[in-house]
């Protein structure tokens, strides 16, 4: 079964650009979730989707946002990037939601300039 | 909000030597996971401990579950320069709607 993907692997922009990421889940897995890794904060939560609905927010500002869609591919959006948005982004599938074990993407390294 | 801490937190050691990583929390797990992170890369889960003072082994890697399912050890005999990384634990809540906590992270370098 092939694993979650993640595209793309590099990005760089500027302030304020936006930017989309893009994640493919493990077949079968309905919920996918985002984090942002970043040396001084480790691993922090950004949102879950379930079933197309975002059911879970962390603790990050509306600049940050996602979607799901009917194949539970997931996107991620960040609008009005900041220098403190350079991080490495990580997609994660599992079957029934954030609570459970999670099934990680190799990420998007996303550097702001 | 339930808290993982990760004992140490940077580790290098020589090639061939024994080491333990902790996972100590305050709060009870329903089950612990431990993850190995490579440089540029995504976690890749390792075990799944789920019953208290259960012990598994995954060829030079002992994981042990505390028997309060609080908290957790990884033990590597004899590293090798292919163990370094960043490892996370990871907790499943015990109830209701939380998400899965990580460990602050261990980063773990082995000297050949």
């Known amino acids: 079964k092939a694993g979650v993907t993640q595209t793309p692997r590099y990005l760089i922009k500027t302030r304020g650009q936006q930017v989309t990421l893009s994640c493919s889940p493990i077949?079968?897995?309905?919920?996918v979730s985002w984090y942002q890794q970043t040396p001084g904060q480790g691993l922090q939560f950004l949102f879950e989707?379930?079933?197309?609905?975002?059911?879970n927010k962390g603790n990050f500002p509306g600049r940050f946002s996602g979607r799901q869609f009917s194949n539970s591919r997931s996107e991620m959006n960040v609008s009005t990037l900041e220098l403190g948005d350079s991080a490495l982004y990580l997609c994660?599938?599992?079957?029934?939601?954030?609570?459970?074990?999670?099934?990680f993407g190799p990420g998007t390294r996303l550097l702001v300039l | 909000t339930q808290l993982l801490e990760q004992s140490p937190q940077f580790l290098s050691i020589q090639e061939g030597e024994n080491l333990t990583v902790y996972c100590n929390s305050s709060s009870v797990f329903s089950s612990l996971q431990w993850y190995r992170q490579e440089p540029g890369e995504g976690p890749v889960l390792l075990v799944t401990?789920?019953?208290?003072?259960e012990v598994k082994k995954l060829k030079r890697l002992t994981f042990q579950f505390g028997d309060a399912r609080k908290d957790s050890s990884l033990h590597i005999t004899a590293a090798q320069p292919g163990d370094t990384g960043l490892y996370l634990c990871?907790?499943?809540?015990?109830?209701?709607?939380?998400?899965?906590?990580f460990g602050t992270g261990t980063r773990l370098t082995i000297i050949p």
């Open positions: 994660a599938s599992s079957l029934r939601g954030w609570q459970e074990t999670q099934y």
């Open positions: 077949s079968g897995h309905r919920s």
């Open positions: 990871a907790g499943e809540p015990n109830f209701g709607n939380e998400k899965l906590t």
């Open positions: 401990v789920v019953t208290g003072g």
């Open positions: 989707y379930f079933s197309e609905t975002q059911r």
